[in-house]
């Protein structure tokens, strides 16, 4: 069994910044993707970014130059800097994780979510 648990958010001004962590345990043998997604309420839940393979990364058009992914493998931890945070940035942040367990079956598994506020 996989535990996924999101850390870092709260309420920021516009222009400000926050670090969201992402942290798996259990029975981990490997972490192929570690992936950040956000939703408001009423809305689906859409893909923030993704970190595969500890190095190569990909983000939404509306996050690329302002948000960035890294991964400490060693800590099986991923986290998201947001930077230049806007109004329209406000949701909760859910961190997916998948991989292999250490008896070699697939897994993916989120977090409870972490609510990130951007207001004045």
């Known amino acids: 069994q996989v535990q996924v648990v999101e850390s870092g958010g709260g309420l920021v001004q516009p222009g400000g910044s926050l670090r969201l962590s992402c942290t798996a345990s259990?029975?981990?043998?490997?972490?192929?993707?570690m992936a950040w997604y956000r939703q408001v309420p009423g809305k689906q839940r859409e893909l923030v970014g993704v970190?595969?393979?500890?190095?190569?990364?990909n983000y939404t058009d509306s996050v690329k130059g302002r948000f960035t992914m890294s991964r400490d493998i060693v800590k099986n931890t991923a986290y998201l800097q947001m930077n230049s945070l806007k109004p329209e940035d406000t949701a909760v942040y859910y961190c997916?994780?998948?991989?292999?367990?250490?008896?070699?079956?697939?897994?993916?598994?989120w977090g409870q979510g972490t609510q990130v506020t951007v207001s004045s």
């Open positions: 997916n994780v998948a991989g292999r367990t250490t008896a070699w079956r697939p897994f993916g598994s």
């Open positions: 259990g029975s981990i043998a490997s972490i192929a993707i």
């Open positions: 970190i595969i393979s500890g190095s190569n990364t």
